[in-house]
C-alpha cells in the first residue's frame, strides 16, 4: 500500500478522472465544430466533392471517417500518436476531396477540435482534492492521451482552473509528444519534468491498460478511478486475475485519495 512507499507525488488522467463530459453541452459544440469544418470545405478549391450535403452532415462525415482512421492506426500503434495532418488529409481524398492538401487538412483537423472548456465539467470535488494534497506536500503533474494539445488545451486547462494546481510543464500531452500511455516514456516526462522516481509516485487514471498497466510498468503506485457504468464490475473483476492490470488501490471518488495521501 502507499503506506509502506515514500509517496511525494501523484499523477493524473484527465477525462474520466479530473473531469467528466457534458453529454448535451458536448453535443452542440461538436455540431457546431462540424458546420465550421465542412463551410470551410465547401468554400475550399474542389468544393463539388460535397456541394450536395450541408455544411453540418459534411463536418460529420469527416469526423467519423477521421475517427476511424486514427483508431485503425492507434491499434497498429497503440503506444504512439498517429500523424493527426496526414491522416486528416488522408481521409479527406479517400473521401473524394482531391484538391486537398496538408495545410487544409491542418484547418479542418484543428476545426473540429471541441474546447474542453464546452463540453467537460470538473467533478465536483476535483478543486478540493487538489486543494489538499498541495497543501500536504504532494507535487502533483498529469499524464494523459488526447488527440489535441498546444496552446489552445493549455488555454483551456487556465479556464478550467487546472493551471492553479499543474504547472504546464509538469503535463505529459501525448498530443504534443507523440508518444501514448501506457508507453514508459511518457511516464518518465513528467516524472524528470518533477525530479522524482517512479517509486516516489502515484499515477491516479481511470483506463486499466492505459493508465494501470503503464504506471505499474515503471513500478509506481497505480489507483484505479472506474467509469460508472454496468461493465465496471466484470471490469474490476477482470484486474483482480491480470498482474499487470491489478490497481493498488481503487477508489470511487476523487477526494478517497485523502485518506490515504
Known amino acids: 500500500m502507499a503506506a509502506k512507499r515514500r509517496i511525494s507525488c501523484l499523477?493524473?488522467?484527465?477525462?474520466?478522472?479530473?473531469?467528466?463530459?457534458?453529454e448535451e453541452a458536448s453535443a452542440q459544440a461538436k455540431e457546431q465544430a462540424y458546420g465550421m469544418a465542412g463551410a470551410?470545405?465547401?468554400?475550399?478549391?474542389?468544393?463539388?466533392?460535397?456541394?450536395?450535403?450541408?455544411?453540418v452532415a459534411t463536418g460529420m462525415l469527416i469526423h467519423k471517417a477521421l475517427a476511424r482512421q486514427l483508431r485503425r492506426e492507434k491499434r497498429l500503434r497503440p503506444?504512439?500518436?498517429?500523424?493527426?495532418?496526414?491522416?486528416?488529409?488522408?481521409?479527406?481524398?479517400?473521401?473524394?476531396?482531391?484538391?486537398?492538401?496538408?495545410?487544409l487538412a491542418e484547418?479542418?483537423?484543428?476545426?473540429?477540435?471541441?474546447?474542453?472548456?464546452?463540453?467537460?465539467?470538473?467533478?465536483?470535488?476535483?478543486?478540493?482534492?487538489?486543494?489538499?494534497?498541495?497543501q500536504r506536500g504532494y507535487l502533483l503533474g498529469?499524464?494523459?492521451?488526447?488527440?489535441?494539445?498546444?496552446?489552445?488545451f493549455r488555454e483551456d486547462?487556465?479556464?478550467?482552473?487546472?493551471?492553479?494546481?499543474?504547472?504546464?510543464?509538469?503535463m505529459a500531452i501525448s498530443a504534443d509528444l507523440g508518444i501514448r500511455k501506457p508507453h514508459p516514456a511518457i511516464f518518465r516526462y513528467a516524472l524528470n519534468r518533477l525530479n522524482v522516481l517512479p517509486?516516489?509516485?502515484?499515477?491516479?487514471?481511470?483506463?486499466?491498460?492505459?493508465?494501470?498497466?503503464?504506471?505499474?510498468?515503471?513500478?509506481?503506485?497505480?489507483v484505479w478511478k472506474p467509469k460508472p457504468s454496468p461493465q465496471a464490475e466484470?471490469?474490476?473483476?477482470?484486474?483482480?486475475?491480470?498482474?499487470?492490470?491489478?490497481?493498488?488501490?481503487?477508489?470511487?471518488?476523487?477526494s478517497e485519495l485523502l485518506e490515504v495521501f
Open 11 to 22: 499523477l493524473f488522467d484527465l477525462g474520466s478522472t479530473l473531469w467528466t463530459r457534458r
Open 107 to 134: 484547418v479542418i483537423f484543428e476545426t473540429l477540435r471541441v474546447r474542453i472548456p464546452d463540453s467537460r465539467a470538473l467533478f465536483t470535488d476535483t478543486l478540493s482534492t487538489l486543494t489538499t494534497l498541495k
Open 199 to 222: 517509486e516516489e509516485a502515484a499515477m491516479v487514471g481511470d483506463n486499466l491498460t492505459a493508465d494501470i498497466a503503464g504506471a505499474k510498468r515503471l513500478n509506481m503506485f497505480a
Open 40 to 55: 470551410i470545405l465547401r468554400r475550399a478549391k474542389g468544393e463539388e466533392a460535397f456541394s450536395s450535403m450541408e455544411a
Open 234 to 254: 466484470a471490469r474490476e473483476q477482470f484486474a483482480l486475475e491480470q498482474d499487470e492490470l491489478k490497481p493498488d488501490m481503487t477508489i470511487n471518488q476523487l
Open 142 to 152: 498529469v499524464v494523459t492521451n488526447r488527440d489535441y494539445g498546444g496552446p489552445l
Open 79 to 103: 503506444e504512439y500518436e498517429p500523424d493527426f495532418v496526414l491522416a486528416t488529409l488522408e481521409v479527406l481524398r479517400e473521401l473524394g476531396f482531391t484538391g486537398a492538401d496538408s495545410a
Open 157 to 170: 486547462l487556465r479556464v478550467m482552473g487546472l493551471l492553479d494546481y499543474f504547472e504546464y510543464e509538469h
